[in-house]
């Protein structure tokens, strides 16, 4: 199955340009085709045979208790793993023998995303599984989910690209029923292929790094020989990915001599500008690669051409620090 | 005394009496009704079941062929069993004809497509996440069938209801089969033909009275099981 015409608009949504394997998160606006694509690939729609395990983004709970609806399809060993990850999905043993009907909207999504995690199949296909908890869990969701998804093929939706970068490695963006762009995460932000691409990116730096220290929601990324001072959560140790937006940099050419309030200060050397209508991409080299995003009178009052040394400064609270 | 004053006073004595003629009725219709019914229903929910969730060709003449079957005359059913269970038909060695037994194939025909179309329908009346759900958990048809009986219960026990309502107010295919004997193939309904046909009102009356009770207690205890929790 190649493509899905709907009945009703003849509208297209299409499977075609898409590459699974690895972990793929599929971002775009509402109505692009998100949810109709997973389901294509999980064969939920159209004539396909059902594929992998998927995680609806309504989840439905058959009658009967939670403890049922948990191990619905599941051998033993895995009802075994759906215990597992119910309990690390804050959820609370007592409710097992509850009708499944009881539950509120985000229980009965933590229950099927732990069933259908538990599943052994692969590709494991996910419809915005974050909604299900409240922000400040969501970075120990992420953790679960990526440790129940493993070594498997997955395919993520998600309205967050932050979130979405906790769980997935590649990125496809998702416009009008077709895959716009395609490829690694960072590659995506950097480069979007278009307007539309870009609009719905909003961040467009994304670092990977070694998260260092951690204070109070403050963290410390370390990338090579440079640090990037986020906020967000993680452990030291841990892998962490650092996202910010283009807009949030600022360009100080020769230095900055004043301390100010941004705790980040990286000098570099400028690699590429590229006209943006009104506004200048500035490509800077600061030992990893950092879009800036500046008007054209700022860009041609500060001189700023290829090759040229700059230094960058970024607020700590404009870069978010996830954990891996 | 007036005409229907005395068919009331005939049918009232008859069902006082409770005589072995009707008895004999009343034990017949309920062996082959009760029989027929769940055959039919052990074949036709299953199948509508698996017309509904199932992905496999012929599904739609399938389900056309459910809705003729729910539409057929029960009369026409009766000759075409006739013709095939015939002396010197193509199953004339079998001996049914004029046996209960013919007369319980003959209403699992009815009964089956009854209770396949309910089921089929209420099936797909489940919310659109339902049966995605079933879909997405990668289920045995057996499996699966099974939780969308127990998520659709009001709609496969009203299958049940339609489909034993199909077979207890049935005359046309019994009487063609079964012939309407006395003692071996007469049942309520063709009770009532006979006996009007002769005049004795009073005593068919009695008959569809019983009918009646039947059906309600029948009913009562579908209602029960409808409703649990």
Redesign the interface.
């Known amino acids: 199955m190649s493509h899905w015409r709907y009945p009703a608009d003849g509208s297209i949504v299409e499977v075609d340009g898409l590459s699974l394997g690895g972990r793929l998160g599929v971002i775009g606006p509402n109505g692009a085709g998100k949810t109709t694509l997973l389901r294509l690939i999980a064969g939920t729609l159209g004539d396909g045979e059902p594929a992998g395990t998927y995680l609806p983004q309504r989840p439905h709970m058959f009658r009967g208790s939670v403890r049922l609806n948990l191990s619905i399809g599941l051998a033993t060993e895995e009802v075994h793993r759906a215990m597992q990850l119910f309990d690390r999905f804050g959820l609370d043993r007592e409710m097992l023998d509850a009708p499944a009907v009881s539950l509120s909207g985000g229980e009965r999504q933590r229950v099927a995303l732990a069933r259908a995690l538990a599943r052994p199949a692969s590709p494991v296909l996910l419809d915005e599984p974050l909604t299900a908890f409240a922000a400040a869990d969501r970075p120990e969701a992420c953790r679960v989910i990526s440790e129940g998804i493993g070594e498997r093929d997955a395919v993520i939706i998600a309205h967050d690209l932050v979130e979405l970068a906790m769980l997935a490695d590649r990125l496809a963006v998702l416009i009008d029923g077709r895959v716009r762009q395609s490829g690694a995460l960072a590659e995506v932000l950097a480069g979007p292929a278009d307007q539309d691409v870009a609009s719905l990116m909003g961040v467009s730096n994304v670092v990977d790094g070694t998260v260092m220290t951690t204070d109070d929601g403050l963290l410390e990324l370390a990338v090579g020989a440079r640090a990037v001072l986020g906020m967000g959560s993680g452990a030291p140790g841990d892998r962490g990915r650092a996202l910010f937006a283009a807009e949030s940099v600022a360009v100080h050419p020769g230095g900055v001599d004043e301390e100010g309030s941004p705790r980040n200060h990286w000098p570099g050397i400028i690699t590429d500008l590229r006209d943006r209508g009104r506004l200048v991409e500035v490509f800077v080299d600061v030992g990893f690669p950092v879009i800036a995003l500046v008007t054209r009178g700022s860009a041609d009052a500060l001189g700023l051409a290829s090759g040229e040394s700059v230094e960058l400064s970024v607020k700590a609270t404009a870069i978010r620090i996830v954990g891996m | 005394m007036s005409f229907l004053g005395d068919v009331l006073r005939e049918a009232f004595s008859a069902l006082v009496g409770f005589g072995p003629e009707l008895r004999e009725v009343v034990g017949l219709t309920l062996v082959v009704s009760s029989l027929s019914t769940t055959i039919g229903c052990l074949l036709g929910i299953p199948l509508g079941v698996a017309v509904a969730l199932g992905?496999f060709p012929g599904r739609a003449a399938l389900r056309v062929l459910i809705g003729i079957g729910m539409g057929i005359p029960p009369v026409l059913v009766g000759l075409v069993l006739l013709l095939l269970l015939w002396r010197t038909g193509p199953f004339g060695g079998l001996g049914l004809t004029f046996t209960p037994a013919a007369m319980v194939v003959a209403q699992v025909v009815l009964a089956t497509p009854v209770a396949a179309g309910v089921t089929l329908g209420s099936v797909e009346a489940l919310?659109e996440?339902?049966r995605?759900?079933l879909?997405?958990?990668?289920?045995s048809f057996p499996?699966a069938s099974r939780?969308a009986i127990?998520?659709s219960?009001a709609g496969v026990v009203s299958a049940v209801v339609a489909a034993f309502g199909r077979v207890i107010a049935e005359v046309g295919a019994v009487l063609v089969v079964g012939g309407n004997i006395l003692g071996e193939t007469r049942v309520l309904t063709t009770l009532i033909v006979q006996e009007s046909r002769q005049g004795r009102f009073g005593f068919a009356l009695a008959a569809g009275f019983v009918l009646l009770v039947i059906s309600l207690v029948a009913n009562v205890g579908f209602d029960r099981l409808r409703r649990r929790p």
């Open positions: 992905r919310p996440t339902a995605e759900q879909a997405a958990l990668g289920l499996q939780l127990l998520e219960r």
